[in-house]
């Protein structure tokens, strides 16, 4: 990227390792549909290596506009990020970049990647006031705080180590309710929605079996796990007469923000994107 003659605008997928990311695939599309001259590479860069990337980012060295961020790199993109948004200083991890005036922007796009892909499968998803996420890392707190915006009541996490889900339960406050495992069948009594933050069912794997027959009959049951498409736990809802959504269009909403920060314009989430992206998995 040192290279000036580079013309158009570029973006990034900063990790390490990054190789199997999907974001250049999606991001690619995009490009090429809207006849953008530019690109969106992966780029691995150490911890390290990581404050000297983004002082490039700053000065315009680099040439990128912005981009993603991802493992190692969340947290501490926050921390250097000039100005970062509320969402990501609340979470206190980003996963977009941008560059303004020669400051950079952080914000974090996770939870409305997964608000989007409910909205678009499910319209009418959020209708009710009780919630329950099923484990307690990064994701779901992207989750948990895109929920409690959204305006749900009671959000409880499950989560096998209890004493995480009591940290999240501390930190986003009086809505948020931690749970041990055990007391999952309790929890899910009346919810509306039943989301899977955990790598549990990722590959086909089998889990165990939830008692979904307590949630709402009219509940929506959601996985951030894509890779099967359909995973144990949406086929244990469908089993149930529960709606489901799966996770991919979590990724491909995520992706929004960014490229019309980075691009200028605003993309969509096409059947054609979401096929493009099965056919590569
Ligand atoms: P991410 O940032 O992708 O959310 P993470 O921070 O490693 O990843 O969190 C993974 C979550 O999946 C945790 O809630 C973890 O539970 P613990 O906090 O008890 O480790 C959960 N998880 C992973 N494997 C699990 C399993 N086999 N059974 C139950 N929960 C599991």
Known sequence: MSDS???????????????????????????????????YRTVEVTEADFPVFLERLRDGSSGYSGGNVTIPHKERAVRLADRPDALSEE???????????????????????FLANLDERKPGWDCFDKAVVLGAGGASRAIIQALRNRGFDEIHVVNRTVER???????????????????????????????NTTSLGMHGTPIPDFPLERLKADATVTDIVYVPLVTPLLLQAERHGLATVDGLGMLLHQAVPGFEKWFGRLPQVTPELRALVIADM
Do not use: C
Not at 92 to 101: F, K, P, R, S
């Open 91 to 113: 979470l206190g991890a980003a996963n977009t970049l941008w560059v303004e005036d020669g400051l950079v922007h952080s914000t974090n796009t996770d939870g409305l990647g």
């Open 5 to 39: 003659r580079e013309t158009g605008r570029h973006a990034f997928v900063v990790g390490y390792p990054v190789k199997h990311s999907r974001s250049p695939l999606i991001h690619g599309y995009w490009l090429r549909q809207f006849g953008i001259e530019g690109s």
């Open 165 to 195: 889900a009591e940290e999240l339960a501390d930190r986003f406050g009086k809505r948020v309710f931690a749970h041990p495992m055990g007391a999952l069948a309790e929890v899910l009594t009346g919810a509306g929605l039943f989301v």
